[in-house]
């Protein structure tokens, strides 16, 4: 298993990280992806949607592809299948930036987190960011 940074540096990456791209984020605001893109708005992030599925959601355009994304992101959480994460480290190689790799929890592609790390990408693997960011910046709000 490789090993995600750990919370000094997830901390940083929370505390200095604005914008976040989310893979498979969807409009049902009963699904995963809807709730921790919400918590993380309503936290000051702002939130691009990335689904070729749905023209919007959150108050956000989405978009049907990362590299369809016109400026940089700082985080790329993905909910997707594992076995579509290396479709996804693929995108992020191509861009001309270098956003930070999470993979929500349950999300879990081992040669792909590799390779991402290879080309100098940060990792976060099976970690949900919701619950991250309540935990290591003190919202238990919700």
């Excluded at 076995?83 to 930070?100: G, H, R, S």
């Excluded at 990792?123 to 949900?128: A, K, L, N, S, Y």
Aim: overall charge neutral.
């Amino acid at each position: 298993m490789l090993e995600n940074p750990g919370d000094t540096v997830i901390r940083e990456i929370l505390a200095k990280s604005r914008r976040i791209a989310v893979v498979g984020l969807s409009s049902k605001p009963e699904k995963d992806s809807y709730r921790v893109a919400s918590y993380m708005k309503e936290h000051g992030y702002e939130i691009i949607p990335v689904n070729p599925g749905i023209s919007e959601t959150l108050g956000e355009k989405a978009y049907p592809e990362l590299r369809a994304i016109p400026y940089p992101v700082d985080i790329v959480n993905v909910f997707r299948r594992p076995e579509e994460v290396p479709q996804v480290i693929e995108a992020v190689l191509e861009l001309n930036f270098q956003p930070v790799i999470w993979l929500q929890l349950g999300v879990v592609h081992l040669e792909a987190a590799r390779k991402a790390r290879a080309h100098g990408l940060t990792v976060v693997m099976d970690r949900c960011l919701m619950v991250e960011h309540r935990r290591l910046l003190g919202d238990n709000s919700r």
